[in-house]
């Protein structure tokens, strides 16, 4: 069975830091493109960074770049989002998923995490 897990979200003040992690199981993330999303409340779903399984640079959306930062540990087949000068519109869910393509595409993506919880309030 395939699992995707997320965890690391929470409550954190404008400014602060936040580092999720995407673990999974049934596949190795090393052989996979990563994406992350997220949904803020009342919002659709977007994508906000991917990287590709030969772990290049990978791609932010206008919204991450220059705070989010993702990394990848293959020994513990696990992915990491450093969320950094985070902002109350940041507030989400944060979603992990795998796709065997590269792409920001979220029909493409196969499989996917339950979401983690970014709150950002003073």
């Known amino acids: 069975q395939v699992q995707i897990v997320e965890s690391g979200g929470g409550l954190v003040q404008p400014g602060g830091s936040l580092r999720l992690s995407c673990a999974a199981s049934?596949?190795?993330?090393?052989?996979?493109?990563v994406g992350w999303f997220r949904q803020a409340p009342g919002k659709e779903r977007e994508g906000i960074l991917c990287i590709s399984n030969s772990d290049g640079p990978p791609y932010y959306t206008d919204s991450a770049e220059g705070r989010f930062t993702l990394s990848r540990d293959v020994s513990k087949n696990t992915v990491y989002l450093q969320l950094t000068q985070l902002k109350p519109e940041d507030t989400a869910v944060y979603y992990c998923?795998?796709?065997?393509?590269?792409?920001?595409?979220?029909?493409?993506?196969?499989?996917w995490g339950q979401g983690t919880q970014v709150t950002v309030a003073a």
């Open positions: 998923a795998a796709s065997s393509l590269y792409t920001v595409r979220e029909d493409l993506y196969e499989y």
């Open positions: 049934g596949i190795s993330l090393r052989n996979y493109a």
